[in-house]
Nanobody, 126 residues
């Protein structure tokens, strides 16, 4: 089992930046894919980005491509989501998720993931 704890959310003006962190504990992440999802008020949970922990391969939703960057720090067992050029439509609760046996995959659906964090709120004002 892996525990995930997100942090770094907050209130930012449009055009600004935030960096979200997802601290992990419980087991090695070598075989995992780690993803970020978000849920805006009244909307379903939406895929944002994913990274393969071992190989570093990444994949992004079209809505964030070129603005967001997912990365990981092996020494700190932490996944990051750097968010630049934020827009009001990026306002949502952001969740970190982990997929065991995801070493060679880039999962984009919620039902592919095994572990979830509690979420962190990101609010972008216009």
């Amino acid at each position: 089992q892996v525990q995930l704890v997100e942090s770094g959310g907050g209130l930012v003006q449009a055009g600004g930046s935030l960096r979200l962190s997802c601290a992990t504990s419980g087991r090695t992440l070598l075989n995992h894919a780690m993803g970020w999802f978000r849920q805006a008020p009244g909307k379903v949970l939406e895929f944002v980005a994913v990274i393969q922990w071992s190989g570093g391969g990444t994949y992004y939703a079209d809505s964030v491509k070129g603005r967001f960057t997912i990365s990981r720090d092996n020494a700190k067992n932490t996944v990051y989501l750097q968010m630049n050029s934020l827009k009001p439509e990026d306002t949502a609760v952001y969740y970190c998720a982990g997929k065991y046996n995801g070493r060679y995959s880039l999962p984009t659906h919620t039902n592919e993931y095994d572990y979830w964090g509690q979420g962190t709120q990101v609010t972008v004002s216009s």
